[in-house]
């Protein structure tokens, strides 16, 4: 028997719409409390809340953590940056999903704490995202992203050191944040911010070795 075809539009359920993975960095906080539960969350809680399997939104993740309140976390500076160099170098070799060790992945705060974040930060989310768009694409693509990924590597490098400097690590995680907001949003303007702001972390690195 055949089966009648009808030319009813599809429709998107609200449960479909929650697996939707990100689009860009306010959808990444909402889904971070959103699909998050309990008194403690894990780093492995936030990752996997982002239904999303793509580089872009798993290095964005750390980095916004780490610029954020969410990074005044003892400990979250340097857990954040063994991810980000991890996920980073696993780019350049591999396209599937990175691997994480399950001690990193197990790295737990309170919940409360990480909301709170969310709430200081999601203003400045929504204000960058009135500044992005679709726009030179090429770059945020291969080959162009080995070396995004190379350079967030070494950004990566600089958390350890410059976790002991009061807010230093805000300078390279921005730079990775705008990488991967770039990579996210397909847009090579925020790719070529991070290039700039990777220069000042650098610079700042410098200035403050050996502290």
Not at 2 to 23: F, G, K, L
Not at 99 to 122: H, V, Y
Not at 163 to 192: E, K, N
């Amino acid at each position: 028997m055949a089966i009648a075809q009808t030319t009813e539009e599809p429709t998107t359920s609200e449960d479909d719409a929650d697996d939707a993975p990100p689009e860009g960095l306010v959808d990444i906080l909402e889904q971070m409390k959103e699909n998050t539960d309990g008194d403690q969350v894990t780093l492995e809680d936030t990752l996997d809340s982002l239904n999303s399997r793509s580089f872009g939104p798993l290095l964005l993740v750390p980095a916004v953590m780490a610029v954020s309140p969410i990074g005044a976390i003892p400990g979250m500076s340097i857990v954040t940056g063994c991810i980000l160099l991890l996920i980073a170098v696993q780019m350049i070799f591999s396209s599937g999903r990175p691997w994480l060790p399950q001690r990193l992945l197990d790295f737990s705060f309170s919940r409360e704490t990480m909301t709170k974040g969310i709430d200081k930060t999601l203003p400045w989310a929504k204000w960058l995202e009135k500044f992005t768009d679709r726009r030179l694409q090429t770059i945020t693509h291969s080959p162009f992203h080995y070396v995004i990924a190379a350079i967030i590597a070494f950004l990566a490098l600089l958390f350890i050191p410059l976790a002991f400097l009061p807010f230093a690590v805000s300078i390279p995680g921005t730079a990775i944040a705008l990488f991967a907001l770039g990579m996210t949003a397909r847009d090579g303007v925020m790719v070529i911010l991070g290039f700039v702001v990777s220069f000042a972390a650098v610079a700042v690195a410098i200035y403050a070795w050996p502290f």
